[in-house]
């Protein structure tokens, strides 16, 4: 697990060092720089993991790759940038990074005044590649796919690799080739399900959004798609057996299946990065996905989660209370913009889900209205 994350000259922040636990909540003002916490080990794990070519992995940065586009060097290059400190003696101006895990790496990249359009960057390795970098790895945007007709059929990228890809463009075909994949017993095992297969964990879970939905992931033979259906059995009298295409059921379910199937194959190793799982579901749901994101860091699963949901935070406090995490498993960091850039404040959790601290505007609007709607 990585427990603490240092980033030196990247994009917002001159000097940020964050502890990182087993589920880590970002949450705060929007362009505080909480995706770009996520975006710095989306960089390494493209730069430095197994999925670059070997022919590439030169030891340098790759800004732009099918994790991250982050476009050039001059883009990353904190404006203000100094000194690395402890990182580099020299005072070229360079973007770097360590990574606490079982043992701390260090990752440097100069900054070529010469060249500050390329989107590569040559890093200073003066480390073996760390294990984590190697490890089940999910990372899903803000930006995920929307409901569609179909989707993308790579054996390479979604059953040889495992990856679900940055929108979950390949969960679809994922889940259709894992569907009898057995989820384990432990946490995230969904009692509901009618067996602890993928496909069906992930409907009772889909159920927990939407109840009596079920989905199907077929190929289509003869092409390089995949189609996904749904149907809503009981709920749809006469029609009960009837399935739907995506673009005729709403949005949330379509948005969430990703986070719901990064969240099941989540092993005790693997590191999952999300943005905004609570995105396009109605506020129970996003509580239900607090309760799959704690169930899986609970397996042993590390996640750093950035999210705006009350919700989802009060879903993870309720997974401390009843002990699915204990309260250092939980780390809520919250980004506040303070004009001249950004400060972070680390209120803890205790073991009754209580927060130790309330910082101002932290999740306050509900009692900021209610203020005024007494008044
Ligand atoms: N090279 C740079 N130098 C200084 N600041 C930068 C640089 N690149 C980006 N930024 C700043 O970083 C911030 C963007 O942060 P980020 O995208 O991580 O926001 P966020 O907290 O995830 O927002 P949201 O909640 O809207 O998703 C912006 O304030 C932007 O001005
Ligand atoms: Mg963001």
């Not at 303070?338 to 009692?367: S, Y």
Request: hydrophobic share 40%; net charge negative; proline share 6%.
């Amino acid at each position: 697990m990585i427990t603490r994350l240092t980033l030196v000259n990247f994009k917002a922040f001159r000097r940020l060092e964050l502890p990182l636990g087993p589920l880590t909540l970002l949450t705060g003002l929007n362009s505080s720089g909480k995706s770009s916490v996520l975006q710095a080990l989306a960089l390494l794990r493209q730069s430095f993991g197994p999925d670059r070519s070997t022919a590439h992995a030169d030891g340098s940065f790759l800004l732009n790759g099918d994790l991250i586009e982050m476009g050039t060097a001059r883009d990353v290059l904190h404006d203000d940038f100094g000194p690395a400190d402890d990182l580099l003696t020299s005072d070229a101006p360079a973007v770097g990074f360590v990574v606490e895990a079982d043992e701390s790496s260090q990752f440097i990249a100069r900054y070529d005044l010469e060249q500050p359009d390329e989107d590569v960057m040559e890093a200073d390795l003066h480390v073996f590649v760390p294990r984590w970098l190697h490890l089940p790895f999910q990372y899903l945007h803000a930006d995920r796919i929307t409901p569609a007709v179909t989707y993308p059929r790579s054996r390479q990228i979604a059953i040889d690799r495992g990856f679900l890809g940055a929108r979950g463009e390949h969960t679809v075909n994922y889940l259709r080739h894992n569907a009898e994949q057995e989820v384990p017993e432990g946490p995230l095992r969904h009692s509901g399900a009618t067996s602890p297969q993928l496909l069906d964990q992930t409907v009772a879970w889909m159920q927990e959004l939407c109840p009596g939905v079920n989905l199907q992931a077929d190929a289509i033979e003869g092409t390089d798609f995949v189609r996904l259906s749904y149907g809503f059995g009981g709920t749809a009298g006469i029609n009960a057996t009837r399935r739907r295409r995506p673009t005729n059921v709403g949005f949330g379910l379509t948005y969430a299946l990703p986070i719901v199937v990064a969240c099941l194959t989540a092993t005790p190793e693997s590191l999952i990065l999300l943005e905004n799982p609570e995105a396009h579901l109605h506020p129970k749901g996003q509580s239900r996905m607090a309760a799959l994101l704690s169930a899986a860091a609970a397996t042993g699963a590390q996640l750093i989660v950035e999210t705006h949901s009350d919700h989802v935070l009060n879903g993870v406090r309720i997974a401390v209370k009843q002990a699915v995490l204990q309260p250092e498993d939980t780390v809520v960091h919250y980004f506040q913009g303070n004009g001249a850039g950004t400060e972070v404040v680390t209120p803890r959790i205790d073991k009754d889900g209580m927060l130790q601290q309330w910082p101002e505007g932290f999740f306050d609007e509900w009692e900021n209205s209610l203020d005024q709607l007494l008044d």
